[in-house]
């Protein structure tokens, strides 16, 4: 199996370096956390198949030697998810950073039009009002579907059920 072809999840559990019966992951959570790395030694010594374990809690890394003809490297990823407690946080839906800076630039810019316009407007209905003026304005250049009426259709929307 190929390092690449190995799950891993971006903040939480990243593969750092594989090999055959080796493997190398960086866990964000056991970052300057000596018990919780103590207690996941132990859990995996256990384990049948485990040869070795090796953890930095100061950058947060684990050396694992294991046997792959008794456990395979993805199982072992998931062992490693289930003993620490992350399923949950390794498989829920994230938004990227992009999505959070481009939230807060809508929100300051929606606040400052509302504020410029005394509450007349806002972002939503600036944008619906573009869209309502451009549809007719191409229905009267070019009454041929969909371009103009499409504008109307999204104007309408927003204007009713908010975007939804």
Known sequence: ?????LPSFYGILEIQHYIKGRIRVKIESLKNDDKK?????????????IKEVAINSLLGTILVKFDETIIEPVILIGVLLNFLGLEEEAFEKKNGRMSFVLKDILEAMDMTLYNKTKGILDIKTTIALFFLIY??????????MPNGVNMLWWAYNIMTKGGK
């Open 135 to 144: 549809g007719v304005k191409k229905i009267k250049q070019n009454p041929i």
């Open 37 to 49: 790395a103590d207690e996941l030694k132990m859990n995996l010594l256990k384990l049948n198949g």
């Open 1 to 5: 199996m190929k390092n690449s072809t």
